[in-house]
Structure formats: C-alpha cells, structure tokens
T-cell receptor
Framework: NAGVTQTPKFQVLKTGQSMTLQCAQDMNHEYMSWYRQDPGMGLRLIHYSVGAGITDQGEVPNGYNVSRSTTEDFPLRLLSAAPSQTSVYFC?????????????FGPGTRLLVL | TQLLEQSPQFLSIQEGENLTVYCNSSSVFSSLQWYRQEPGEGPVLLVTVVTGGEVKKLKRLTFQFGDARKDSSLHITAAQPGDTGLYLCAGAKGGTSYGKLTFGQGTILTVHP
C-alpha cells in the first residue's frame, strides 16, 4: 500500500492564481481531512470528509474548496491564491476506529504564494 | 484561540537527560493523541490515550492523560539524538473524531550528542 499520497510536493503560485492540491489514499478509509501547518501554530483543520459526497468545513475553510467524488480521492482547491495561504498542506485519512481512530498523514505539499 | 496549549515550544537538551512536554486545555477531549514529525514529512501517530488517568508506555516514552481528560503529558527518559523532532498533541471530541483533530502548537525537541 502507498498509504496517503499528495501531489505536488512543492508549488509556487502568484497571487490570484488557482490550483488544486491532490490527495489519494489506498486504504479504503472513510474519513479524509486537509490541514495546514504554519510555524508556531501546529496543524489547523481546513476541510474534512466522512465519506464520498460528504464534506464539511473545519477551523480555517475560507479560500479553499473541496469535493469528494470517490473514497480514494480528496482534492483541495485554492480559488484565488493569497500570500496568507503560503503554508505546508497535509492530507490525512482514517477509518472509524472509535476513540482509538488512527490518522495517517501524507508527506505534505509546500506552497509559496508570491 | 488555541484550544490545546503545548509547552514548552522549544526544548534543547543533552543526550541522557529526561524531559516532559505538556499539553493543556480548558476543554474535555474524548481522546488525546501524540504525534512525532520529522522535517519534510507528515506527522506519525505515537499513541492514543482515551481514559482519564490512562498511562501508556512506548519504550522510553511515557504518555499520560489527565484524570479530567483536559490535559496530557509526554515524558522521555534518557533522551537520545534519534528522539529529535517535532512533537504534537492532538485532541478529538466525541466518540469518533471523523478525521477532525485539534492540534497543539508543537514542541521542537533537539537532543545533542
């Protein structure tokens, strides 16, 4: 199993450009999430999904869109990139394990918005 | 507003020393997880604690969940350079987190040989 994969690994955007960060998992996990990591802030939840066709907002959803058409894929779209979206983005997946649910994180996408 | 306050943010120690990292909140969590993250990689789960007062040991690492399920600690005995990394605590509410975790700010640990 490849686990959770993310592409691209690095990206540089200009302000106002749009792009999609890809995330895929091959573990048949129900739940998938997107987090952003900024220095001194830990990870903050952007959007999450509890299954195909079901998504909801996290703590910092503004400027991002998601959709989940399949169990495997959960892309994150930046509609109009802003310098404040410069960050490292992590995708995670998990299955329903109750309170001992384990989240598996991808390797991250490093985004720089100029 | 950070729901989970982690301290200290930075820790620089010599090999063989002991250390403790704290994760505190005013909120009750159904479970508390500890992750370790290496540079350029995603966080990797170390342990999940669920029951108030629960203590879990992972070799030289000891994790404890507070009785009221509002705080947790990570204690490392005889730290080694291989323990260097970013340690993150994360809390979940409800019986199942549904992939929604609240993270602390993280503790950057450096262990010098």
């Amino acid at each position: 199993n490849a686990g959770v994969t993310q592409t691209p690994k690095f990206q540089v955007l200009k302000t106002g450009q749009s792009m999609t960060l890809q995330c895929a998992q091959d573990m048949n996990h129900e739940y998938m999430s997107w987090y952003r990591q900024d220095p001194g802030m830990g990870l903050r939840l952007i959007h999450y999904s509890v299954g195909a066709g079901i998504t909801d907002q996290g703590e910092v959803p503004n400027g991002y869109n998601v959709s989940r058409s399949t169990t495997e894929d959960f892309p994150l779209r930046l509609l109009s990139a802003a310098p404040s979206q410069t960050s490292v983005y992590f995708c995670a997946s998990s299955y329903s394990g109750g309170t001992r649910e384990t989240q598996y994180f991808g390797p991250g996408t490093r985004l720089l918005v100029l | 507003t950070q729901l989970l306050e982690q301290s200290p943010q930075f820790l620089s120690i010599q090999e063989g020393e002991n250390l403790t990292v704290y994760c505190n909140s005013s909120s009750v969590f159904s479970s508390l997880q500890w992750y370790r993250q290496e540079p350029g990689e995603g966080p990797v789960l170390l342990v999940t604690v669920v029951t108030g007062g629960e203590v879990k040991k992972l070799k030289r690492l000891t994790f404890q969940f507070g009785d009221a399920r509002k705080d947790s600690s990570l204690h490392i005995t005889a730290a080694q350079p291989g323990d260097t990394g970013l340690y993150l605590c994360a809390g979940a509410k409800g019986g199942t987190s549904y992939g929604k975790l609240t993270f602390g700010q993280g503790t950057i640990l450096t262990v010098h040989p």
